[in-house]
């Protein structure tokens, strides 16, 4: 092979490995974005459930206050 010939190779090779890293980055970067975006679904879901069990705390009390002592709370 003449020289011509090697620097086009050393080009193609590098176009490849440049096209390559780009792919794989891009990739990466989505399978990143969704497991972000999974967790944050799950971990609002968490705190619904959190929410939910507080609220009925909340009404557990005032029923207990209400029962015990005749105190209604807001």
Do not use: C, Y
């Not at 999974?38 to 968490?46: C, G, K």
């Not at 029962?67 to 709370?73: T, V």
């Amino acid at each position: 092979m003449n020289e011509p010939q090697v620097w086009t190779l050393i080009g193609v090779f590098a176009a490849a490995l440049f096209g390559m890293i780009t792919l794989m980055s891009t990739m990466f970067i989505r399978i990143i974005r969704t497991e972000i975006g999974a967790l944050r679904t799950e971990i609002s879901s968490e705190f619904r459930g959190m929410h939910q069990r507080i609220d009925r705390l909340d009404s557990d009390v005032n029923a207990l206050m209400k029962h015990s002592f005749g105190i209604q709370r807001d």
